[in-house]
């Protein structure tokens, strides 16, 4: 079965402070698309990243991280010195071949000043 | 990166009628897009596929005679919600596929039934 988990439904940090945001994901594909989208308030899907599975390597952009783990199917987001503005709903994503995604249940960032 | 164009943004309508959504792809042909349902404070949960030029398939408990599907030119797709009611309001976001099979998302159409 396909499945992508975000164990954490809320996360609450103060501004500058490092977060992490969990993602787990279950697939039988050999080749599969993972994804991170940002949802604020408005409602629109902004896409952060997309990892092939046979890219293992760890992706940094700016204050963003990802940690690709294929051994414990694991794909964690981290953001560096947290802002205000990075308060959004964020969703972790896994693409079927057909092109679905499959989107774990996300998780609340509330970034305080 | 591609431009996929959702309208309306917002729309409030009375039970009982039925409303369209439009999902267009600008600068690329979409031969498959999808649509996807949020419930408030929910995950994204897919509805169906659209493919141009054929019946679109949905996934399992989407009626398909309640969201009527069409996917008429490589540009476009319809969302008909028909014969609306309360708990048919929803977030509605569309996705297109372009050649390099890359998915890109339109605004989002938040649908109040009154």
């Known amino acids: 079965a396909q499945k992508v988990t975000q164990a954490q439904t809320e996360i609450s940090v103060v501004e500058k402070e490092d977060v992490t945001l969990d993602c787990v994901y279950e697939t039988r594909d050999t080749t599969y698309y993972l994804f991170w989208y940002k949802q604020p308030p408005s409602g629109e899907l902004v896409f952060l990243i997309r990892?092939?599975?046979?890219?293992?390597q760890n992706e940094i952009s700016g204050r963003y991280s990802w940690n690709f783990q294929k051994s414990t199917s694991s794909f964690n987001f981290t953001i560096t010195a947290s802002q205000v503005v990075d308060s959004a709903v964020y969703f972790c994503a896994l693409e079927m071949w057909e092109g679905k995604l499959i989107f774990g249940q996300g998780t609340e960032l509330s970034v305080k000043p | 990166g591609a431009v996929v164009s959702q309208h309306p943004s917002r729309v409030i309508c009375k039970s009982g009628t039925s409303v369209k959504i439009e999902c267009r792809s600008l600068d690329f042909q979409a031969t498959t897009m999808f649509w996807y349902r949020q419930f408030p404070k929910k995950s994204l949960m897919l509805m169906a596929t659209?493919?141009?030029?054929?019946?679109?398939?949905?996934e399992q408990g989407v009626e398909k005679d309640k969201f009527l599907i069409n996917h008429a030119s490589l540009t476009l797709s319809t969302l008909t919600v028909t014969s609306a009611h309360p708990e048919d309001s929803s977030f509605y976001i569309c996705?297109?596929?372009?050649?390099?099979?890359?998915?890109?998302f339109g605004q989002g159409t938040r649908l109040t039934v009154v």
């Open positions: 659209s493919n141009e030029g054929s019946k679109a398939t949905y």
């Open positions: 996705s297109a596929r372009d050649q390099e099979d890359e998915a890109f």
């Open positions: 990892r092939n599975s046979f890219d293992e």
